[in-house]
């Protein structure tokens, strides 16, 4: 159904997040811990880096049908 | 009982009062009792009128019961009593009908009645007198010639009027109504007499033309009686005269005889000198002989007298048979006539010679008598001398001498007398004798005149019995030859009419023969037209027979061939319900069964139909497969589309990020349109918003329109669009579904409709 595909657009989204910025987070956390004698920047620097990521694969994923694909053909 | 009572009282008081003498109303109660006593006189009057009244009628009645013509009478005088009879008595009694056959006798009768009277009445007067009267024989003679014609025709009047009804009721005649004429066929002697009185009847009475015939042969056949009769009666008559007249003509002869013997004997005696006692038995034998004479002149009298009675009768006979007219009986009329004639002439002669022997007779018994006279005298005196002798002659030998002288001088005496009465009488002689002859002249003429008229007569009767015979052998002679003529006319008739029938049969023939063959052409043209006629409504019948058994057949092959296209039809019809039927089934929200079956049911069913196949064929395959959503699936999926539809309104190619996303949320938030708004006819530019075109969808799914909807949610644009494009799929899939299965059961029942048979 196309009108559920927002939906699941949106699920992986928040899904995409959420493991992000967990993995974000916890690799900030490790950062932190590890390189950065527990800053909070690296937590922060993590999190920040896995929502980015997640808000780009969410709008990614929500532009995916908008952008003009090439058909790569092998010219061969 | 109240009147009662009061009637009581009113009395009793009344009587108080009278009986008290109180005049209270003493006029009015005196003037009742006046009037009551007055009242009772007149009650009396009163009852004495009604008691003779009822006692006149009561008698009148009586009297009607005993006496018919008494009450005929009073029925006829006082009007009504017929009635009050009628009640009393009962009806009158019908007068006797004797009248009525009497009255039929007065019908016959001829013009010439008269004549016939006149001349019938002298033959009556004839028959009735005794004595002969040749004369009238004369007149009628030619007379019974035409009434004996005359007669036959009245027989046949008579004969006819029996049977008729009597026009005219004639004043019935006493004594001519008392003798029928029936009788004359009967009884033939009474018809002379009788016939006389049949004169007096009126008019003549037609005899009707179709019975001439029957009359005729009743005519003949009478006639034969009649002749039968007639001859037998004249037959008997004849010989019952014959046998008399005989008779009469023995005894007459007998009295001759005996007169003769007499006369001889008592001239023997007057003249013979005999001795006395010869003489006394001559006188005895002469008083034997006398006594003898007497009694056969008395037995010929009494047998003339039969045998004249006789011939009256045979006479009387021959005038009947005479009027009856049959003319085969003439001749033994004639015969009858000549023996009478012959018989009566006999008679008369025996008659005549009887009589002159009596006359002879008469002159010798006068002479005896004369001298019986003398003697008688002579004895008288004798007598007168001598009285106690008896006057006989036989006694006379015992007479006394005395008586014997005075005997002889007596005798003497008159032997003087005599002798002077001879002297005298000698004298007187020729006187005597001239007067003697005088009277004999007298007497021979009378007895001439007697004997020329019983000549006449019997020459007369001579002459009109030969001149009858000539007549009648005339007749005879006529006859034959007139039945010759008759004969020889018959024959050349029969010849005529053989001749004439011979042509007639055989033009008669021919037309026959003519008639049947056309008939007969005329059948049997008629018959071949009706077997033609036959054969042609038999063929025509036939024909249409055949041609409805083709049309049946034609009809039945039409109709089969219809049915089946009915039941294809039907068939399709069923399928493409069937079809429906499974569109139905879809639920809520998921879709139909597979169409596919039913689409194949319909394609087997309309393997011929092209437009069906198509149409089966057109449906899309997803729909076979897969099944379509129901319009309420769809609009109920609708809803979240429009949802998701409102919160993505901004996204299209050029705004995508996530952050677009977020204010298309906030301006679906924050953004409120209509639920549902109408949508215009026509599609403004600023109409194609999402969120306006989103309403007007709503509204129109709202309203059933799915295909408005799917159109107007096409014209969405971006991510609504993307959004709804599933939804739009599955809309467009179902309206095409429908649209097919629409027009299927259209044609369905289309078809079904074309190939429904009219009642």
């Not at chain 1, 909070?40 to 980015?52: N, R, S, Y």
């Not at chain 2, 002298?122 to 007198?129: D, F, I, L, M, Y």
């Not at chain 2, 064929?617 to 319009?631: D, N």
Request: charged share 25%; proline share 4%.
């Amino acid at each position: 159904m196309s009108e559920k595909e927002l939906g699941k657009k949106l699920d992986r989204c928040l899904a995409d997040s959420a493991v992000k910025l967990g993995a974000g987070l916890g690799l900030g956390i490790v950062f932190s811990v590890v390189f950065f004698k527990r800053h909070t920047w690296p937590v922060a620097f993590g999190l920040g880096m896995g929502l980015g990521m997640a808000y780009t694969n969410c709008q990614n994923d929500l532009r995916a049908p908008y952008l003009i694909q090439r058909n790569i053909k092998m010219a061969s | 009982m109240l009147r009662v009572c009061l009637k009581g009282a009113n009395s009793a008081a009344r009587k108080c009062l009278c009986g008290n003498g109180v005049p209270l109303h003493p006029l009015q109660q005196c003037r009742s009792y006046t009037s009551g006593g007055s009242g009772s006189s007149a009650g009396k009057i009163v009852a004495a009128s009604v008691l003779t009244m009822g006692g006149g009628v009561g008698g009148t009645i009586l009297y009607a019961n005993w006496d018919p013509k008494f009450r005929a009478n009073v029925e006829k005088s006082i009007p009504y009593s017929d009635q009050v009879f009628g009640l009393a008595l009962g009806p009158a009694a019908p007068p006797p009908v004797i009248n009525k056959p009497r009255k039929v006798e007065p019908v016959q009768i001829s013009s010439m009645s008269e004549v016939w009277k006149d001349s019938k009445q002298p033959k009556a007067k004839e028959v009735q007198r005794k004595a002969e009267q040749p004369d009238a024989e004369g007149p009628p003679a030619p007379a019974p010639q035409e009434t004996l014609e005359e007669a036959s025709a009245q027989v046949a009047q008579i004969l006819s009027a029996i049977g008729e009804v009597p026009s005219v009721p004639a004043p019935g005649t006493h004594e001519a109504e008392a003798v029928p004429p029936p009788a004359a066929l009967k009884g033939v002697p009474a018809a002379a007499a009788k016939c006389t009185e049949c004169e007096h009847e009126p008019a003549v009475k037609e005899r009707p033309e179709g019975e001439v015939a029957a009359r005729l042969a009743e005519q003949d056949k009478a006639e034969q009686d009649l002749l039968t009769s007639l001859s037998s009666n004249l037959e008997d008559a004849l010989g019952s005269t014959a046998k008399v007249t005989l008779q009469a003509i023995g005894a007459q002869e007998a009295a001759l005889q005996a007169i003769a013997q007499h006369t001889r004997q008592l001239r023997e005696a007057m003249e013979a000198e005999a001795p006395p006692d010869k003489k006394s038995t001559q006188w005895r034998v002469l008083e034997d002989a006398l006594s003898e004479r007497s009694r056969s002149v008395d037995e010929a009298g009494a047998a003339v007298l039969k045998a004249k009675a006789e011939l009256d009768k045979l006479r009387g006979v021959i005038d009947g048979a005479k009027h009856l007219k049959i003319a085969a009986a003439r001749p033994s009329i004639l015969a009858a006539e000549e023996n009478l004639h012959s018989m009566v002439v006999d008679l008369d002669s025996v008659v005549t010679r009887v009589q002159t022997a009596q006359s002879e007779a008469k002159i010798v018994s006068q002479y005896s008598e004369l001298v019986n006279e003398a003697k008688a005298q002579f004895q008288k005196e004798l007598n007168s001398i001598t009285p106690e002798i008896q006057a006989n002659w036989k006694g006379l030998r015992k007479l006394t001498q005395d008586d014997l002288n005075s005997l002889i001088a007596h005798a003497h005496r008159r032997i003087d007398q005599l002798n002077r009465e001879l002297a005298e009488q000698r004298v007187r002689e020729q006187i005597h004798i001239d007067s003697a002859l005088e009277q004999q002249k007298l007497e021979d003429k009378k007895a001439l005149e007697v004997a020329i008229s019983t000549a006449l007569e019997h020459n007369r009767e001579q002459m009109r019995l030969e001149q009858e015979k000539k007549v009648e052998e005339t007749r005879e002679v006529m006859e034959a030859e007139m039945r010759t003529q008759l004969r020889r006319q018959a024959a050349a008739h029969t010849d005529h009419l053989r001749d004439v029938l011979k042509v007639q049969e055989q033009e008669l023939r021919s037309e026959a023969e003519e008639i049947l063959n056309s008939s007969l052409m005329e059948k049997e043209t008629e018959y071949r037209r009706l077997t033609q006629d036959q054969l042609d409504s038999f063929t025509l019948d036939m024909n249409a027979a055949y041609a409805r058994l083709k049309g049946m057949e034609e009809a039945i092959d039409s109709h089969v061939i219809a049915e089946e296209e009915a039941r294809k039809a039907h068939q399709l019809w069923l399928s493409v319900e069937a079809l429906n039927y499974t569109l139905k089934t879809a639920a809520l929200n998921d879709p139909t069964e597979p169409l596919e079956g039913a689409v194949q049911a319909i394609k087997e069913s309309c393997a011929e139909d092209e437009f069906a196949q198509a149409l089966a064929t057109a449906l899309p395959s997803e729909s076979l497969s897969r099944g379509v959503y129901s319009e309420a699936s769809l609009r109920a999926r609708f809803y979240t589309i429009r949802q998701l539809a409102r919160r993505v309104a901004l996204i299209d190619e050029t705004r995508n990020s996530l952050y677009q996303y977020f204010l298309s949320y906030l301006q679906a938030m924050l953004l409120f349109e209509k639920a549902q708004e109408a949508p215009p006819a026509k599609l403004s530019a600023e109409d194609l918003d999402t969120f306006k075109l989103l309403s007007y969808a709503a509204y129109s799914l709202e309203h059933g329109d799915l295909e408005l909807a799917a159109k107007l949610v096409n014209q969405l644009k971006g991510e609504s669009r993307r959004v709804a494009q599933d939804w739009l799929k599955e809309a467009r899939l179902t309206l095409e579904t429908k649209q097919v299965v629409s027009l299927l059961s259209a044609y369905a029942n289309a078809v079904g409709l074309g190939t429904t048979m009219a009642p």
